[in-house]
């Protein structure tokens, strides 16, 4: 692969994971979920290598029904790279998520089929079950090759939605611009990444200061907690301008407790992450 993004986020994984230990356990799940991801790029990379990159499209061009119905690329080898995906889980992961790999590894092979054409084709609500998110975590590799292949213009874009496949962002992203910080958004399906106007809430669009509290923890000083008051959501953005080593899918990940202090407070996640957290 001319570039490949899953070696950065599988160290980062591993040092953060023998950094924090009440993360260790989702960290070394995700690097397992990362390798198994970092393969299955490569083989759709290689089995798409001869299909035409599509036109340029402009955000508006790829929401709703005409992303949905968008074929999975590289599919020739479906059963046995669905085996080797839910064995990964079954043997690496939480509980819960093993015990629904062991069911559908023991399922008709037509209700992974099922479940995967549902979680490609739901841009609106994020997974709220089990099965949906093991859907998704499989499906990313391939919706970050269709994303890559449709060479998107994002010149004046300015919504919080994916200009892409049309989600939630799962989270932001702060550098560094001129005196300040430039925040992004960033989609946790096709990874997607476009620019955010940093005081206003990307769920409702509030934008009275007042109501958007910013909370900080000292074991994250990189990681901002961005809360809205009016809609009761949050999103973790991830200050590369504080630790420019962050990988801000890692991090985010790592970032456990924060979660947890966002739920005691009254704030529900905007759209959850790739594990489910």
Known sequence: MAHNPWQPRIRRAEKLAA?????????????????????????????????????????????GKEWASRPLPGQQDADATRSRFLEVVEKHGPDRLAQVARELRVAPASSWSDLLDAVWAATGEPPSVPEEFLAFAFLQPYAEFVRSQSRLQLEGYAHSLCPFCNRKPVLGVLRQQGDAGRRSLLCGFCLTEWEFRRVICPGCGQEDHAKLPVYTAETFPHIRVECCDTCQTYIKSIDLTKNGLAEPLVDELASVPLNLWAQEHGYAKLHPNLLGM
Do not use: K, N
């Open 19 to 63: 950094e924090y230990s009440f993360a260790t356990e989702i960290l070394s799940f995700y690097g397992q979920v990362a390798r198994f991801q970092q393969d299955l790029c490569a083989r759709i990379e290689r089995d798409g290598a001869s299909e035409p990159r599509s036109a340029p499209v402009s955000p508006s061009g790829v929401h």
